[in-house]
């Protein structure tokens, strides 16, 4: 299948890798739109407009399933995404909110994530009973995009971040941002390990899974391979080193332009 997947730059890596880890034989059309990062400190309206562009250009793509590799927008926008598209749309604040057992739950996300509730909303409608607290993390995106992932200053950020969902007790942590992943080790450093940290990305990759197990053939099943295309809407000299850091592949990458209409696919 030709699955696309999208996000503001890096973070959507997260959920390729996911994906790719659990359906590997397929292809995978990825759109950074660098020109607009962060998406995080966006309105609602500059969403959506995105989020109508962004489909628009993947109705071109002659893809078999959309990927929501950005929580933002999915919180935002997924609407506007399936009103545009003909193909399945596959959501990460669903995806998780769907999987979430513990009955006192903490999400990190974008402040434009956290303005929705969505991810308070979601698990509320599988289990009313769940305490959700949100903390917006605007240093977060950012600083991963210029991969000071190591610096003193990332790490006096988190544990600011971190201090009011510890007060809570927590039991499990959602990752409510695909950048937030890339982070990974410094968030475990600092949180008690009795805390589950939720990876969104994990129940995206299984409904996709078991959507696919559903429509695929045998045969296409068995063959190994990974097709890549990776397009920017800007910075795109630096992209191909993004994707030689965080996914080891140094991929040829597009330049397109969203605004533009009447893409050939
Ligand atoms: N990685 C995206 C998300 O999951 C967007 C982050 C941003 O650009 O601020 O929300």
Known sequence: ??????????????????VIELCPNNSFVYLADTARIPYGVKTANEIINI????????????????LVACNTTNAIALDVLKKNLDVPVFDLIGSAA???????????????????????????????????????????????????????????????????????KIQSLILGCSHYPLITPLLTDILPSSIKLIDPAEALSLR??????????????KKKLVDLKFYVTSNLKNFPYKAKHWLNVFPEVNLVSLQKKGWVS
């Not at 299948?1 to 996911?18: A, E, N, P, Q």
């Not at 962004?54 to 071109?60: A, R």
């Open 208 to 221: 996709l899974k078991l959507f696919m197990d559903s429509k695929v053939s045998n045969h296409t099943k």
């Open 51 to 66: 989020a109508e562009e962004i489909s628009s250009w993947f109705s071109y793509q002659n893809i078999d399933a959309l």
């Open 98 to 168: 769907s999987t979430i057992k513990e009955s006192r739950v903490g999400v990190l996300a974008t402040p434009s994530t956290v303005k929705t509730k969505a991810y308070t909303n979601a698990i509320l409608e599988f289990n009313p009973k769940t305490f959700v607290i949100e903390q917006p993390c605007p240093e977060f995106v950012p600083m991963i995009e210029m991969d000071r992932i190591d610096s003193d200053e990332i790490t006096y950020v988190a544990t600011r971040y971190l201090q009011p969902l510890l007060k809570q």
């Open 1 to 18: 299948m030709r699955l696309g997947l999208f996000d503001s730059g890096v973070g959507g890596f997260t959920v390729l890798k996911k």
